[in-house]
Antibody, heavy 117, light 112 residues
Framework: EVQLVESGGGLVQPGGSLRLSCAASGFTFSSYEMNWVRQAPGKGLEWVSYISSSGSTIYYADSVKGRFTISRDYAKNSLYLQMNSLRVEDTAVYYC??????????WGQGTMVTVSS | QSVLTQPPSVSGAPGQRVTISCTGSSSNIGAGYDVHWYQQLPGTAPKLLIYGNSNRPSGVPDRFSGSKSDTSASLAITGLQAEDEADYYCQSYDTSLSAFYVFGTGTKVTVL
């Protein structure tokens, strides 16, 4: 079964850091581009970051540029999002998403990140 | 940050047809990039509903259809059913400096 499972969410103070992980299974991880998408409570979807299948091309939304870092580990079939200098407005459910020709065909269940003092 | 505009809500009685519009610009839909649609049931992760403007993934009922024209796209649901009550989002690629992928503002579909 094709599956993405996120972990690493939690409660963190403003200015703090958190690292999200996404374990991929059921498909050839190295062949796919991947993304992180977030959804603030009661709000819409917001694309956060993209990484190419080779890891050589990376993009970020302006709202997280310079603070978040996306990476992937092919040996562990895992995607990561290192989040630094967290702000209250980063509070959201973060989804790991597989990219199939610019469409997001597989979504994880999401992990909640709460930034609050 | 959404650059694709959708109506906040649409509603219809069971069996009726509803449509959701998605309006973009020359940096996304108008530039020829594909539009994709997602359905998000309450408390769950989004699910790909339509890809490449009008294609349905395996398992998606043919009650759902998509189209695209100029700088906009539409999702139609025919024969509306109670289980279609959900949030729907469009998504595309954007060439502006501020985003790579963009989502629509989202539309809540209510079955009366």
């Amino acid at each position: 079964e094709v599956q993405l499972v996120e972990s690493g969410g939690g409660l963190v103070q403003p200015g703090g850091s958190l690292r999200l992980s996404c374990a991929a299974s059921g498909f050839t991880f190295s062949s796919y581009e991947m993304n992180w998408v977030r959804q603030a409570p009661g709000k819409g979807l917001e694309w956060v970051s993209y990484i190419s299948s080779s890891g050589s091309t990376i993009y970020y939304a302006d709202s997280v540029k310079g603070r978040f870092t996306i990476s992937r580990d092919y040996a562990k079939n895992s995607l990561y999002l290192q989040m630094n200098s967290l702000r209250v407005e980063d509070t959201a459910v973060y989804y790991c998403v597989r990219d199939l020709g610019n469409a997001f065909d597989i979504w994880g269940q999401g992990t909640m990140v709460t930034v609050s003092s | 940050q959404s650059v694709l505009t959708q109506p906040p809500s649409v509603s219809g009685a069971p069996g009726q047809r509803v449509t959701i519009s998605c309006t973009g610009s020359s940096s996304n839909i108008g530039a020829g990039y594909d539009v994709h649609w997602y359905q998000q049931l309450p408390g769950t992760a989004p699910k790909l509903l339509i890809y490449g403007n009008s294609n349905r993934p395996s398992g998606v009922p043919d009650r759902f259809s998509g189209s695209k024209s100029d700088t906009s796209a539409s999702l139609a649901i025919t024969g509306l059913q109670a289980e279609d009550e959900a949030d729907y989002y469009c998504q595309s690629y954007d060439t502006s400096l501020s985003a790579f992928y963009v989502f629509g503002t989202g539309t809540k579909v209510t079955v009366l």
